[in-house]
């Protein structure tokens, strides 16, 4: 069976840091794609012929607004069949996070500020690519 290259969901408001994540990312070698919140990432197929499943969605706390972004939260992860979840939190405060079911945990919280580069390590440490699937995704 062929690698399917890992299908990465950014989940933040800024489009200038979800773009230069996205081609950074990219550029490693993932598929990633963007989106500029939790309404807008529900809009994504989960079947995307010629496409990996989604395996990572790396949230951006300002995306976690709302009543309702618990709820969202949860059914974008159970949609894409619980994927990892990153989240990019706010530097040198705690945060308050909405409660997640017990199914649904951060696999890891990156505290801002971050560079890109250390954004992509981190998706590395929780999708390794094999050395021959490590190039550009274009």
Known sequence: MPFVVPRILLVMPEQWPRA????????????AVGAPGLPA??????????RG?????????AALRGAE???ELATLSSRHGHPDLMLL???GSTVALPTLTP????RRIVRRPASIAQL???VRTILPLPPESARPVD
């Open 103 to 106: 199914e649904i945990g951060w």
């Open 53 to 61: 499943p989604v395996r990572l969605v790396v949230l951006d706390q």
């Open 89 to 91: 939190a706010k530097g």
């Open 20 to 31: 230069l994540l996205r081609a950074a990312l990219r550029e490693a070698g993932y598929d």
């Open 69 to 71: 972004a618990g709820r």
């Open 41 to 50: 990432a529900l809009r994504y197929r989960t079947v995307v012929p010629e």
């Open 120 to 122: 992509v390590d981190a």
